[in-house]
């Protein structure tokens, strides 16, 4: 069984470009979340999709947005990249309303 | 802000001692309090979690230890081994749901000498 892949695990891009991060949830799973955790510190929630519709966002700017599709895969894209949005980027996904958890292992983005 | 805070930052502790990292919340509508441990190069995984309705949660070397009313709570990580050397991160959530985010706290990295 699976559990939350995510793609690529490394990526590094410009300032000002436009990324591109990818999930799949673990196997019965049908919420993803994303976290951005920087180097250092603990995991900061970026948002939530359910029934591909955004439930719920952090304190992150409209730069950060997602998408979820059918298959509940789901999409990060940030545009205009900073500096400081290099980070290990996580994805979790969750399913029946009490279930826990599961985190993929990450994207290291690194921005120059 | 921080709604979590957790110490210390680093932990080293002989193999076989007890391992204890605490945690300090401040939104009481936080009512799930899970702790998660992550390898490098790994994601985070939930190691244990406990609802304010009880005061200690035991799964096998690992416990917590939560104070309502001082609004604090604790991971005992008892018998250390060098196979616990991670780092760990307290959590809280508003309600014990998928739908709720999490927040974490900073991180505690923990190193257990042979």
């Known amino acids: 069984d699976a559990g939350v892949t995510q793609s690529p695990t490394h990526l590094i891009k410009t300032r000002g470009q436009q990324v591109t991060l990818r999930c799949s949830p673990k196997?019965?799973?049908?919420?993803v979340s994303w976290y951005q955790q920087a180097l250092g510190q603990g995991p900061q929630f970026i948002f939530q999709y359910y029934e591909e519709e955004e439930r719920q966002r952090g304190n992150f700017p409209d730069r950060f947005s997602g998408h979820q599709f059918p298959n509940y895969s789901s999409e990060l894209n940030v545009n205009a990249l900073l500096l400081g949005d290099s980070a290990l980027y996580l994805c979790?996904?969750?399913?029946?309303?009490?279930?826990?958890?599961?985190f993929g292992n990450g994207t290291r983005l690194t921005v120059t | 802000q921080q709604q979590v805070k957790q110490s210390p930052q680093s932990l080293i502790v002989q193999k076989g001692g007890i391992s204890i990292i605490n945690c300090a919340y401040e939104?009481?509508?936080?009512?799930?309090f899970p702790w998660y441990q992550q390898f490098p190069g790994k994601g985070p995984a939930l190691l244990i979690a406990?609802?304010?309705?009880?005061s200690e949660k035991k799964e096998g070397r690992f416990t917590i230890s939560f104070n309502k009313s001082a609004k604090q709570f604790s991971l005992h990580i008892m018998d250390s081994q060098p196979g616990d050397s991670a780092t760990y991160f307290c959590a809280a959530s508003g309600r014990y749901s998928s739908a709720s985010k999490i927040i974490f706290g900073s991180g505690t990295r923990l190193s257990i000498r042979p």
């Open positions: 979790a996904s969750s399913g029946q309303e009490s279930s826990p958890l599961h």
């Open positions: 406990i609802r304010p309705d009880v």
């Open positions: 939104n009481t509508a936080f009512d799930y």
């Open positions: 196997s019965g799973h049908d919420t």
